[in-house]
């Protein structure tokens, strides 16, 4: 089981002025109960590509397969594909509609036919996965709460209805960076607590090295790179080439490197980095 | 990306021919002056020079025919309705009857003649539209105003209102668009099931839209001021536009079928 992309094209306005090729011949492979990053620069298609994943758009040409089963324009087999693929998109606060928090994040339950006791159980778990207090803010307005607060309230609207993949669309975007970092912690603890996959699409390369064991690197359409996260951060000309810049973390390990200095460290995720930069620096303390 | 395709009456194909490059105003004047020329026709046959000098302007645009198909599509059942009601309701000659239904000569002929008025009002509109930038159109509109303002017409405005509406109509279908793929991934069917379960299933729809277009009115509000706009101030143009010599051609061209349909229509 996994979500499969094989030669997939999407051209934009086919036959218009404006005819825009924002896929060419996407193949890859995202594997269940992954943390996947999608990234790219701005106008690489990672918007589009995402859009696929639940029969938003429809390729031009190749297939997108979620779980065995290809999407196309059918009513059932959409139904299906949207049960199992929940979408978060950019600033997804700009969709609330609900008189109070309870209502917004039941929306999907409901629409999926969830009872009474299985719409309430689904939305507390949810609010309680992205840290906000069910009993604190069921009952508020969503247009009430501040920035961090929304954005939670909007990835609990989706996660609530319980799909086995859930993609965000630059989830931490305009959010402080504690917010961001525990919005993200939160997704990974909920990818191992409910085996979720979830597909990161972000801009920003220290959440990837951070959170992502693997990453799928698009460039004006196309796959560059497909693999593990660290071995595509190595890969510095790679990085530079697709327009992407390498995390703090890699970019500091390198510095280290080309100057010489004693402190030699594996470029990886910036956890990994400071432990073992400490244990460099007490090795040499011990020498 | 559906709904901005269904809006095509009002749209811009962008291009550079000298339909394209010649002045809005001028084409303004002359989409309505066509127009008037349309009503003024009493007879098909009269419609002759409207016909010439708009087959001569879409070619001259090079914007393809499917573009202007698709213009007729959303009055294709007005058309239809009208064109029905011409053949089958008009007293006159019977040249085929069956039961209460009688079609006659005249009914045809009539059933012709709207057929075609139909047609060219969209079709000339469509031109302007298809050749024009909606930021021009609006400054043609504000010129053509411009005379008013003298007996108390607030035109500097009415155009300033105009042009963010006309400014704002892409954006907000995008964003309509982008609310219904976000409600469309939490299970929300729109436009199924009964009438009352169709029109509640545009509620998370709506709000949002409207929350977000208050919230930009806003912004825009701020921003027009800290850059110093005052409402009844004297405002010059970014892109100023003189008369140029297609513009000529255009003008003459429709005096020439609108002159021409009015002669036809007093003296043949």
């Known amino acids: 089981m996994s979500i499969e992309l094989k030669n997939v094209d999407y051209i934009y306005d086919s036959g218009e002025p404006f005819e825009y090729f924002a896929l060419r011949g996407i193949s890859l492979h995202i594997d269940d109960g992954a943390f996947v990053g999608i990234v790219g620069r701005t106008g690489s298609g990672k918007s589009t590509l995402v859009e696929h994943l639940n029969g938003l758009l429809f390729s031009t040409r190749g297939d997108v397969v979620v779980d065995d089963e290809i999407v196309r324009n059918d009513r059932t087999v959409l139904a299906r594909v949207r049960r199992r693929v929940g979408i978060v998109f950019q600033y997804p606060e700009d969709q609330f509609f609900a008189e109070t928090i309870f209502e917004e994040v039941a929306f999907g339950c409901r629409n999926y036919g969830f009872s009474k006791e299985q719409v309430d159980e689904s939305v507390h778990k949810a609010m309680s996965t992205v840290g906000l207090d069910p009993k604190r803010f069921l009952s508020l307005s969503p247009f009430q709460l501040s920035g961090g607060e929304q954005r939670r309230v909007a990835i609990a609207s989706v996660i609530a209805m319980g799909q086995k993949y859930i993609v965000l669309d630059e989830p931490t975007a305009g959010l402080d960076s504690g917010t961001k970092l525990a919005v993200l912690a939160e997704l990974e603890s909920l990818r191992q607590a409910a085996n979720v996959t979830v597909i990161l699409v972000s801009h920003n390369m220290d959440e990837v090295a951070e959170f992502c064991k693997q990453v799928v690197v698009l460039d004006e359409g196309t796959v560059a790179f497909q693999g593990s996260t660290d071995a595509f951060f190595r890969d510095a000309d790679l990085v530079d080439r697709t327009g992407l810049e390498l995390p703090e973390s890699y970019r500091l390990a390198r510095a280290l490197k080309e100057c010489g200095s004693p402190l030699t460290v594996n470029e990886c995720s910036t956890d990994r980095m400071l432990n073992s930069l400490r244990l460099c620096v007490s090795d040499l303390g011990g020498a | ?268």
């Open chain 2, 1 to 268: 990306m559906a709904l901005s395709r269904s809006f095509v009456l009002g749209q811009h194909y962008p291009g550079n021919s000298v339909v394209h490059r010649s002045g809005a105003l001028v084409k303004l004047v002359s989409t309505i002056a066509l127009m008037v020329g349309v009503f003024v026709a009493t007879k098909t046959a009269q419609y002759t020079p409207i016909v010439l000098l708009l087959v001569v302007g879409i070619g001259v645009s090079r914007i393809p025919l499917r573009f202007f198909a698709r213009g007729l599509k959303p009055i294709l059942f007005l058309i239809v309705l009208t064109v029905m009601v011409q053949i089958f309701f008009t007293p006159g000659t019977a040249i085929w009857r069956f039961w209460f239904v009688r079609v006659t000569r005249e009914g045809l002929g009539l059933a012709g003649f709207i057929l075609c008025r139909l047609v060219l009002l969209t079709l000339v509109s469509v031109l302007l539209t298809a050749s024009t930038s909606p930021i021009e159109l609006t400054d043609a509109v504000s010129d053509l105003l411009k005379p008013l303002s003298r007996i108390g017409v607030p035109s500097a405005e009415i155009a300033l209102v105009m042009s963010i509406a006309m400014r704002f109509v892409p954006t907000i279908l995008e964003e309509t668009e982008r609310i219904i793929r976000a409600q469309v991934s939490r299970g929300a069917r729109i436009g199924e099931g009964s009438l009352v379960v169709r029109m509640k299933s545009f509620i998370p729809i709506l709000i949002p839209l409207f929350v977000s277009s208050f919230r930009r009115a806003d912004d825009l509000a701020i921003a027009m001021e800290a850059r110093g706009f005052r409402v009844g101030s004297p405002r010059t143009r970014y892109h100023a536009r003189h008369f140029q010599s297609f513009d000529a051609f255009i003008f003459l061209g429709t005096a020439a079928a609108v002159s021409g349909v009015i002669l036809w229509r007093l003296f043949l």
